[in-house]
């Protein structure tokens, strides 16, 4: 089975913190994305990478960034945590070659 | 417009009931459509993926896609308190572009 890993499923930050968020996939895909998740408005693709030490942007890269240093591993940062990035954070990976997509079990950020 | 349509909900029905759920998308080239099943604070996962129209049974799922009026739904047969989550669907050109996700509908079966 294809497992996708958020280490931290829960974290409370002040405004300001520069926040970490960390994916491990274990199925050597080559594309890996973050996404975030609010009511009433889906899924919300922030950054996606299709091979180490690239990155692309999404929809909402602002206040942002990634980095892939290994394949099977996609980092998060925000820079400087604010209140309006209080959300589910949502990492997935998927194979070059095919449509189905695989999503870790989610990062509940609450910025304070 | 949005790209992908899908109601919110939430929708509640009595368990046993058959449950509908639908989206509608805009562009007529999307080839691959996805359901995702999302338990409450869990990640999604992959329910059902069809390729252009039909239908596609599993169990007692029943991913139906009709590309001429461009919508995409959901059957869940004899629905059980267990089936209770948010469902999204999702649609793309092909594995070389981004998936374009339905917001969700949040469905809960009562006992």
């Known amino acids: 089975d294809v497992k996708v890993t958020q280490s931290s499923r829960y974290l409370v930050k002040r405004t300001g913190e520069k926040v970490f968020l960390e994916c491990v996939q274990d199925m050597d895909h080559e594309n890996m994305f973050w996404y975030r998740q609010d009511p009433g408005l889906g899924l919300r693709l922030i950054y996606f990478?299709?091979?180490?030490?690239?990155?692309e942007k999404g929809d909402i890269p602002e206040g942002y960034s990634v980095s892939r240093e290994k394949k099977e591993r996609f980092s998060l940062i925000l820079e400087s945590a604010s209140t309006n990035q209080t959300s589910m954070y949502l990492c997935?990976?998927?194979?070059?070659?095919?449509?189905?997509?695989?999503f870790g079990e989610g990062s509940w950020l609450t910025v304070v | 417009q949005k790209e992908v349509e899908q109601d919110p909900g939430p929708l509640s029905v009595p368990e046993g009931a058959i449950v509908s759920l639908n989206c509608t998308y805009s562009n007529s080239a999307f080839q691959y459509f996805m359901w995702y099943r999302q338990y409450s604070r869990k990640g999604p996962e992959l329910l059902m993926y069809t390729y252009s129209s039909g239908n596609k049974e599993d169990g007692r799922f029943t991913a139906q896609v009709d590309k001429s009026s461009k919508y995409i739904s959901l059957f869940i047969r004899d629905s059980q308190p267990s089936d209770s989550a948010t469902y999204l669907c999702a649609t793309n050109l092909d594995s070389n572009y981004q998936l374009i996700w339905g917001a969700g509908t949040k469905l809960i079966i009562k006992p």
């Open positions: 997935a990976s998927k194979p070059s070659s095919g449509n189905t997509i695989y």
């Open positions: 990478s299709y091979d180490v030490k690239m990155k």
